[in-house]
């Protein structure tokens, strides 16, 4: 593709153009010189969206609490099409989303990812989590990812307590998404996850299917050519970015070589080994950050990985949150493929094979009397050895 020279040259509605700016002004006037934030200022400009446990645009949402001292919390947003209580119908894939706002700012509750969100459940037919991590620089590194981490281990063992969750909502199908500062999340909360020699046992009802990465916020010591050639575009900027980068990893700590910046980089965690799931991967034109992002895409498949790129050529960083840009639509579209297409490959629950009704295990699945209630008979004719049997009972966990 033609590469942009200057952001000068990209081309925004009007509508877009004015919200860029009142975007940018709660940041100018949040992010203090010292490294502190304006919190009092932040609360008054970005005012949180209420839940809408009744559906609004064909999704409802509520929110739920996990650990009040730390503010961790989440906003599940469930499509119309969801399963009541008593209908165990065809199960739904969770993705478990990340926002942006480079670790500092915004929330589940802001309007503009409450409209991602709600959007997301909607063309996906999707159940989202949309996860309120500690933010810096009151809570620096790792604080973002242990907060997703926790998120993952709830749903998997105590997702039966959350109020409203679907009784379908399946998380051998679940997503992790997230754009900016959540794209960083996704990828490496997906890698300590892979990591985590305990897996089976602490998200044992959980299966990754595949990352859905936006414009992640990825950086190095180094500033890329990108960054200096697209200074003055929308949103980012080096000045921001090395003040959000200092409110991660502290005033006194390591450098943006360090492996949760430069992904990529001198010190990127070693994937050999990882059973990494499918990423597609999502780049602006005219996003700064886009030469580190392109480099993930690039390292990804250097190491073998399945990624999948998608370069868009007019977008600005954080564009898919507008919908009136023409290349929010298209993203859509790809993530719903890219969806459809991981779900279509499943294979490590084979309910055939076994002659258990999907229905009743979802059932079983989603309530808290599973441990007891969920003895799930092995038939009694069966082409498969008792070996395969059983290895197929241990995949779902129901024994």
Not at 61 to 77: C, N, V
Not at 99 to 128: D, M, Q, T
Request: hydrophobic residues 40%; neutral net charge.
């Amino acid at each position: 593709m033609s590469t942009p020279t200057t952001p000068s040259s990209i081309s925004l509605p009007l509508r877009t153009r004015i919200q860029l700016a009142v975007l940018d002004f709660i940041t100018n006037r949040t992010l203090c010189p010292d490294g502190s934030i304006d919190r009092r200022l932040i609360n008054l400009l970005d005012r949180p969206l209420p839940p809408h446990p009744v559906p609004r645009n064909s999704v409802s949402s509520h929110d739920f609490s996990l650990d009040p001292s730390r503010d961790l919390w989440f906003r599940i947003f469930v499509p119309s099409t969801a399963a009541s209580t008593s209908d165990y119908s065809d199960s739904l894939p969770v993705i478990v989303f990340f926002h942006g706002g480079g670790f500092a700012l915004l929330s589940p509750a802001s309007r503009s990812y409450e409209a991602v969100c709600r959007r997301f459940a909607r063309r996906f037919n999707s159940v989202v989590v949309s996860v309120n991590y500690r933010r810096t620089p009151e809570h620096r590194f790792p604080a973002q990812y242990e907060d997703a981490l926790d998120v993952l281990r709830f749903l998997s063992d105590r997702r039966h307590t959350i109020p409203n969750w679907p009784i379908n909502a399946d998380l051998t199908k679940c997503f992790l998404a997230g754009d900016s500062a959540g794209g960083n999340i996704t990828h490496n909360v997906a890698i300590m996850y892979l990591q985590n020699e305990n897996r089976e046992i602490e998200f044992r009802d959980l299966r990754l299917r595949g990352l859905i990465v936006i414009q992640p916020f990825f950086g190095g010591k180094e500033a890329a050519e990108s960054e200096t050639r697209l200074e003055g575009a929308p949103i980012v900027s080096l000045e921001r970015t090395e003040w959000m980068w200092k409110a991660f990893l502290g005033p006194n700590g390591p450098d943006k070589d360090h492996w949760a910046v430069n992904v990529s980089g001198p010190n990127s965690v070693e994937l050999d080994g990882l059973d990494l799931p499918p990423v597609v991967l999502f780049v602006g034109g005219f996003d700064p950050l886009r030469d580190w992002q392109l480099r993930y895409g690039e390292w990804l498949k250097r190491k073998g990985k399945d990624v999948v790129v998608f370069d868009y050529e007019k977008a600005c960083h954080a564009f898919y949150v507008f919908p009136e840009i023409e290349e929010t639509e298209k993203l859509i579209v790809e993530v719903g493929r890219f969806i459809r297409a991981q779900c279509a490959k499943i294979t490590d629950i084979p309910w055939s094979l076994l002659k258990i009704d999907r229905r009743m295990y979802l059932a079983c699945y989603n309530t808290p009397q599973r441990e007891a209630s969920c003895r799930l008979p092995i038939p009694t004719a069966s082409p498969c050895s008792n070996k395969l049997v059983a290895a197929v009972l241990e995949s779902i966990q129901v024994y």
